[in-house]
């Protein structure tokens, strides 16, 4: 029985943040508005439903706010339980799809913030190097987690693999502008397929950002932002 | 499946190792408690358990382990499923736990290196300014989540009191060692309360750490350690 209350996504198109949210309601079939936030001027709703961050993404189902993106993937999965399921059933596997989602934050998306920082060839080799390290990590975690099959939750897309998948727009982004590879057939041939399988979901390809659009984006807004950042440390 | 043995790789003066070990007394469940060496080098099986971070603590369940201290959490509420429950049955409020737990992940440690390794008294100051305006917002989320009882979880001790608790050995070291109030009636009255409310929790008062022993470690290895690493901008 699906629960009452309208649903609403705050959020901007190049986030992958609140890609997590989309692709998850998209899974479970649950219609919702696509609020489009202005970062450089946040609306009153979305300060009043995010206080402490005041960030993107926010779920507001009814009027109640949830927020920060892998708490509310986890409270889309817990209310609309009759659906295909986004964490795996047994609880050790649940703490793998949370421990590698954890990872991909912690890890993954600083380091391709430093291939983008790193403005001598020396500093952006180290970066990419490191970033390959964690690639052949996620590519064990990969072929254990899917047995065989296309994703990280098996044959269906699950956590990790909207947890990691969300970030494939920005790594192609930042291959291009940066003039790096940092995914390929040989290393991690499971990760290959898997961008694949993923962008081409039914659930994730309307929310995924297109490549040229995002380039332009991360060109002329953020990747100017991370660099500032950078230099001022 | 099994709930075989359990072991639990830590260090005494870790409160991420703290989490487990209430989460595991909460539950009653038996477990043999393997102190990492921290002088002594990682030991092999803490390098095997943990090869991505090679931190403790990690709980190994029959021979699989689990790593990341919520993470553990959570798989403890999952598996052993007779017991309080650590996090609560509504979605929302999980929801709502969860939110606090990361916010406390991300702020109460940061928060606390920065007031143990400022160099000077102002930068101290400053950093304890900082940190009470987290307790604020903390503050608020108790009241609001506790519903007049005594512990985030309400009756009993649940998700958000152990991820935060777990620091509560070491507010009381900073509070000494420094010569501050981090609570107070004033701005925090409810988290004043609560504190100690934790500490005295049969799951938590038989392996928190006393606060001289915190302290000694403290000043003879911990602070010497961090500020031998902390970052420039500090």
Not at chain 1, 123 to 134: D, H, M, P, R, T
Not at chain 2, 49 to 56: A, C, E, G, R
Not at chain 2, 162 to 174: D, E, L, N, P, Q
């Amino acid at each position: 029985m699906a629960p009452q209350g309208e649903v609403k996504v705050l959020g901007a198109w190049p986030s992958p943040f609140v890609m997590r949210p989309r692709i998850a309601l998209n899974l479970k079939s649950v219609e919702y508005e696509f609020v489009e936030e202005n970062p450089g001027n946040k609306s009153e709703l979305l300060l009043k439903s995010n206080p402490v961050y005041k960030k993107i993404p926010v779920l507001i189902h009814g009027d109640k706010p949830v927020c920060e993106s892998l708490v509310i993937v986890q409270y889309i999965d817990e209310v609309w339980k009759d659906s295909t399921s986004i964490l795996p059933s047994d609880p050790y596997d649940r703490a793998m799809a949370r421990f590698w989602a954890a990872y991909v934050d912690d890890k993954m998306f600083p380091t391709m913030r430093e291939i983008v920082a790193a403005n001598e060839d020396e500093a952006k080799a180290a970066a990419v190097a490191l970033f390959k390290e964690g690639l052949s990590l996620l590519e064990e975690a990969l072929v254990k987690m899917s047995k065989g099959k296309k994703f990280f939750g098996g044959d269906e897309i699950g956590y990790m693999d909207i947890a990691f998948g969300c970030y494939i727009s920005w790594f192609k982004v930042t291959e291009i502008v940066s003039n790096v590879k940092l995914f390929d057939e040989s290393a991690t041939p499971h990760l290959v397929a898997w961008i694949h399988s993923f962008s081409s979901h039914p659930a994730v390809k309307d929310v995924m950002p297109e490549t040229d659009k995002l380039m332009e984006f991360a060109k002329n807004v953020v990747f100017p932002r991370i660099r500032a950042a950078a230099a001022a440390k | 499946m099994a709930k075989g043995d359990v072991k639990l790789l830590g260090t005494w003066a870790s409160p991420f190792a703290l989490r487990v070990e209430v989460a595991l007394k909460l539950k009653s469940v038996d477990y043999e408690y393997l102190e990492e060496n921290l002088r002594g080098g990682k030991s092999e099986l803490l390098l095997k358990s943990n090869p991505v971070h090679k931190k403790v603590p990690v709980l190994l369940h029959g021979d699989r382990p689990v790593c990341e201290s919520l993470i553990i959490v959570q798989y403890i509420d999952e598996v052993w499923t007779y017991g309080p429950s650590i996090l609560p049955s509504d979605p929302y409020d999980r929801a709502i736990a969860r939110f606090w737990a990361a916010f406390v992940e991300d702020k109460v440690y940061p928060s606390m290196r920065a007031i143990m390794t400022a160099s000077h008294e102002e930068a101290r100051a400053e950093a304890v300014a900082k940190f009470k305006e987290v307790l604020v917002l903390l503050e608020d989320a108790f009241v609001k989540s506790s519903k007049g009882k005594p512990f985030f979880g309400g009756d009993e001790v649940g998700y958000v009191d152990i991820a935060f608790g777990a620091f509560a050995g070491w507010f009381k070291v900073i509070e000494k060692a420094f010569n501050v109030e981090l609570f107070d009636e004033a701005t925090t009255p409810n988290l004043l309360a609560w504190v100690d409310a934790f500490l005295a929790h049969p799951a938590v008062k038989d392996i928190t750490p006393s606060t001289d022993k915190l302290l000694e470690f403290a000043k003879n290895f911990l602070l010497p350690t961090m500020k031998a690493v902390a970052p420039a901008s500090q």
